[in-house]
């Protein structure tokens, strides 16, 4: 019993992560059907940023705004060098350039940060036991951010002006014009988001998970199965959908072989694309995010 | 004149389909432009609102040369535009649709905001009770009423609607036209595209008749109604006979439409 607490525990913290990847996919796809490849570079490299802030000096919670807002940065710029321009933008169209900007981005961060895991300081450091189920103060820190980030994206989403012109734009990209709404200033800003969120989960993830150049990749595709769990359009069906995956993923560690753990994620994947394209979560098309 | 067209040539990348389109619609006029599928009501609304590049030709909106404005700043300017199929957000409440029908004045004093508001709910007291429902489960007829009132509550200065009567029942048609009258008898300069040329003509000031992407009639409602050519060529098989069997969306018409959509 309390082994299976401990892995649920540790599932949902590293679910937790996933989750906020997801979120970054869902914000940009909803807005222009762009799946962005490079959603797991914004987390490694806000953690890296973070991790060398750190190291020449910068107290921890500055190194972490620094980060958030260099990723943020980076995340407006790719949008506007690489989406931007791109008259006719088609999922295909944009699986290949944002695969062009995770590989250039990871490029960069081994030749900028070395090929190195590193791991940033814990917000709290050390963890404490409760009921016999080990429990480190990141850990709930992890969940407790993620759930206030969560919580402020979906209620951008549901009661803002510009979360639901966000919406308009997915729904009705011609009506949204007619309305005023700008379609590319909404990708911008879909852009910006999920720059934020993404970098967010990296400097979280980051002190417990490691961080290194490559490290984007396998959060990036943890992410993406979280979201297509979710059916790709629901920031509700994101969190779900990476809170599932991590305890999915750790139960499987846990009890079957720690080998299998990365498997889970495809095993799912396939499963819900063969069964249930719309995502587990998703109710109709009514349920957008 | 409110909304003045000159010369308005456009189309999709190569394929010209307005060759010329003059158009003016006065203030506090209502003005249809009638013609059968395809004949280019679609583009020339899309051209005047921006969503389509214009090749030649001008639109002036109140005075001001609104040519090669987006649809941005042409929703700023004072034109709203209806589109086809009404294109509500359908997860989106009733309310946050009217809200965004707004969004160009979000800026703008609140009262106005409100008042634009109570007015379209005075307009289509239907939407009222279902103000908190997502507009995706209206009604056919309610989702173009609230694709009317979303209009209005950008403040425009010219209304420019496509095909309002598509797939409605007749009452829900007439019901619909009166609150377009309406609208322009309290000064609102309208512009209703229409294949149901029944409907349109009974309450347009003027009338409008394209056929293949130029303007081939115009005038007076009770004098184009009688003239066999309306009647005969260019609504593409009549107009008494025709106009209540389009309203009520036959299978056959069902169908041109879906492929229309795309
Ligand atoms: N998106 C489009 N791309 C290319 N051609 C189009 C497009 N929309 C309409 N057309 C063509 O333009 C012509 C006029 O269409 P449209 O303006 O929709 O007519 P109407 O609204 O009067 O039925 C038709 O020949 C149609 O095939
Ligand atoms: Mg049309």
Known sequence: MTDLLQLLFAGLSQGAVYALVAIGFVAIFTVSGVINLAQGEFAALAGLVAISAVGSGLPLLAAVVLAVLSVALV??????????????MTTLVSLILTLGVSTGLKALMLLVYGPNAEGLTPLTPGSFSLGGVSIRYQELWILLIAGVVSLAVYWFYERTLAGKSLRACAEQPVAARLVGISLTKASLLSFLIAGTVGAIAGVLASPIYFTSWESGLTLGLKGFVAATLGGLISVRGAVLGGLLLGVLETLTAGYISTGLRDAVAFLLLIIVLVARPAGIFGRTAEARV | MSLEVRGLHAGYGRLAVLHGIDLTAGEGELVAVIGANGAGKSTLLRALSGLLPVTSGTVHLAGTDVTGYGPEKLARTGLAHVPENRLVFPSLSVADNLVLGGYTRRRGPAAARKEARDRAMAL??????????????LSGGEQQMLAIARGLMAQPRVLVLDEPSVGLAPRLVGEIFSALGQLRDDGLTLVVVEQNARAAFAVADRVSVMDRGRVVLEGDPAALSTDPRVSGGFLGGGFAADADATTEAAPATGATRAADRR
Not at chain 2, 124 to 137: D, M, S, V
């Open chain 1, 75 to 88: 995340a407006v710029i790719m949008e506007r060098l690489v989406i931007f321009p791109v008259k006719r």
């Open chain 2, 124 to 137: 289509f007291p239907r939407l009222e009770p279902r103000l908190e429902q997502a507009a995706g489960t």
